[in-house]
């Protein structure tokens, strides 16, 4: 998180390929522990780049899944219950993009989320909001179909409000076994997204490099930029795509929003 070049606290102040450069609006770490199926958060209003105790965490803590975040709010208030990654029981998400003209539709779509889940919501960012939808929609059960009927759900109320392109998203969530991550946007040009080659690729192309030799066969990256510029390690994940980070084979497929 913070070794790296283009590390994600460097990315606070200075990203490369975000919709804005500056992402001081807080942050979030979110990680499994052996024996404890739900996830541990730390979260924060304070940029990145300014939390001490940040540094500490990332030097000490060991996890085999972290989910981190640095935030740029898209106009809901700086606070910590804002802040990504949101949990629910085992389930961690984190998102980037937006609800477009979300004060219009946000109605609409709070009624839709489960009376169940719904008190489980503490914030008020259309991010949480996604979250508690795709949960509704059997997150559960189907990661990809939940998300796909989340965005075609939200699709349908934006449109229906006049909202020319409704959604736009880069999604990672996970049960602390598995990672999904998804592109898309209404208009086709969504958020950059990445992940990591084979380890035993990126060995051969550098072998020079420490840190590889520290990493199991499994172990993959999923990130908005590139955290370095080595070449042969980063590949970007297609438009309209999502991927799924598991023990064996990934997979990668075309995402299609469903009507719910």
Not at 186 to 211: K, N
Not at 238 to 256: K, R, T
Request: hydrophobic share 40%; proline share 7%; net charge negative.
């Amino acid at each position: 998180m913070s070794r790296p070049t283009n590390s994600l606290i460097h990315q606070s102040s200075a990203a490369a390929m975000g919709a804005t450069a500056l992402n001081a609006d807080g942050f979030g770490v979110g990680w499994y522990s052996e024996g404890d199926p739900v996830p541990a958060l730390f979260r924060s209003v304070q940029p990145a780049w300014a939390d001490t105790n940040l540094g500490e965490l990332a030097r000490h803590i060991r996890s085999p899944l972290f989910l981190a975040h640095v935030r740029a709010t898209t106009g809901t208030p700086v606070q910590q219950t804002n802040c990504h990654p949101f949990r629910c029981g085992h389930w961690l998400w984190a998102h980037n993009g937006g609800i477009r003209e979300f004060a219009t539709v946000r109605r609409d779509l709070f009624f839709a989320v489960d009376p169940a889940l719904f008190p489980g919501i503490a914030g008020s960012t259309d991010s949480e909001l996604m979250f508690y939808l795709a949960l509704t929609f059997g997150l559960e059960q189907d990661p990809v179909s939940a998300v796909e009927r989340m965005v075609g759900f939200v699709e349908d109320v934006g449109k229906a409000h006049g909202v020319q392109w409704p959604i736009q998203m880069t999604v990672v969530t996970t049960d602390g076994k598995r990672l999904w991550a998804f592109r898309y946007s209404s208009e086709g040009q969504s958020r950059t997204l990445f992940y990591t080659a084979l380890v035993s690729t990126v060995r051969q192309l550098h072998p020079d490099v420490p840190l590889l030799r520290q990493l199991s066969e499994e172990t993959r990256l999923v990130v908005s930029e590139p955290l370095s510029d080595l070449p042969g390690v980063w590949t970007e994940v297609p438009e309209s795509s999502y991927g799924i980070v598991q023990p064996g084979q990934d997979v990668l497929a075309a995402f299609h929003p469903k009507q719910p």
